[in-house]
Nanobody, 121 residues
């Protein structure tokens, strides 16, 4: 079955850095685009970054442009999010997500369980 497992979250001071990872299994990772989302308490979930299946195309939310970098290693079935110059407003649960096609069910969204990032002094 499809599994997405995030790691790398934690507590960091403003201006610090973290790298999140999302290990995928149960599907052909290199065939699908991947996305990072985040959700802070009391706020709607927002798209942080996305990357095409082979990494040639990326997209970022306005609030993280120039600070975050999304990448992937298809040989390791792993998605990354490098987060630099972190701000308190980056505090949220970060989740990876993909949309996969199955002949019997069509397109379906799959989410990881999320990893908490807390930015505070």
């Amino acid at each position: 079955q499809v599994q997405l497992v995030e790691s790398g979250g934690g507590f960091v001071q403003p201006g610090g850095s973290l790298r999140l990872s999302c290990v995928a299994s149960g599907f052909t990772f290199s065939n699908y685009a991947m996305n990072w989302y985040r959700q802070a308490p009391g706020k709607e979930r927002e798209l942080v970054a996305g990357i095409s299946n082979v990494g040639g195309s990326t997209t970022y939310g306005d609030s993280v442009k120039g600070r975050f970098t999304v990448s992937r290693d298809n040989a390791k079935n792993t998605l990354y999010l490098q987060m630099n110059n972190l701000k308190s407003e980056d505090t949220a649960v970060y989740s990876c997500k993909t949309k996969i096609y199955r002949p019997d069910t069509g397109w379906s969204d799959y989410w990881g369980q999320g990893t908490q990032v807390t930015v505070s002094s």
